[in-house]
T-cell receptor, first 116, second 117 residues
Framework: DTGVSQDPRHKITKRGQNVTFRCDPI?????LYWYRQTLGQGPEFLTY????????KSRLLSDRFSAERPKGSFSTLEIQRTEQGDSAMYLC??????????????FGPGTRLTVL | AQKVTQAQTEISVVEKEDVTLDCVYE???????LFWYKQPPSGELVFLIR??????QNEISGRYSWNFQKSTSSFNFTITASQVVDSAVYFC??????????????FGTGTQLKVEL
């Protein structure tokens, strides 16, 4: 399978715990995105990487959230001291770089986080 | 600021009926792309169609067609002869270019389509 993969698919945690999610993009894609989707809403942009550089962060990304892409391949999203409001689906997407005007984002299956 | 509005929360149709999903957008960008994505119950967002702002020609791809009207900032999506497998949440999205050439998608709240036998 050469699509975007995410791990784990589901995570249940208690309030106050730290959680980390992983995203593996399509291998030739140098751009990687994180989105958050709450129930009944569309996905909301969180952050974006080009290779290993984090170039854009949304105001939604509080200081409890940190994302990394250390070698420009897979990425991790960590949430510290989770709160019930963090319960959501966390989606990762990747796209090709360069001058291609289309550059569609291809999404992974998501990680569903439930904070009790 | 970017904004996408999908006023239809839920639509129910009987199989083989045609159905149109509405999308209205706001942007200050002079050139932009619009997308439709499908999200089945499994949760994965599936890319369906893309339209750029400088080409208002409407197209048909299989059972899908779209009507882009820049004058009314609308990008409506039609499924012809709907099937039960079309049941999903459909999202309209607007693309904004970011630093370094990446792009951010602004999504609407989605329209839940239910196709019944």
């Amino acid at each position: 399978d050469t699509g975007v993969s995410q791990d784990p698919r589901h995570k249940i945690t208690k309030r106050g715990q730290n959680v980390t999610f992983r995203c593996d993009p399509i291998s030739e894609h140098n751009r990687l995105y994180w989105y958050r989707q709450t129930l009944g809403q569309g996905p909301e942009f969180l952050t974006y990487f080009q290779n290993e550089a984090q170039l854009e962060k949304s105001r939604l990304l509080s200081d409890r959230f940190s994302a990394e892409r250390p070698k420009g391949s897979f990425s991790t999203l960590e949430i510290q001291r989770t709160e019930q409001g963090d319960s959501a689906m966390y989606l990762c997407a990747s796209s090709a770089g360069g001058s291609r005007v289309s550059n569609e984002q291809f999404f992974g299956p998501g990680t569903r986080l439930t904070v009790l | 600021a970017q904004k996408v509005t999908q006023a239809q929360t839920e639509i129910s149709v009987v199989e083989k009926e045609d159905v149109t999903l509405d999308c209205v957008y706001e942007t200050r960008d002079t050139t932009y792309y619009l997308f439709w994505y499908k999200q089945p119950p499994s949760g994965e967002l599936v890319f369906l169609i893309r339209r750029n702002s400088f080409d208002e020609q409407n197209e048909i791809s299989g059972r899908y067609s779209w009507n882009f009207q820049k004058s009314t900032s609308s990008f409506n999506f039609t499924i012809t002869a709907s099937q039960v497998v079309d049941s999903a949440v459909y999202f309209c999205a607007l693309r904004h270019i970011l630093t370094g050439g990446g792009n951010k998608l602004t999504f609407g709240t989605g329209t839940q389509l239910k196709v019944e036998l």
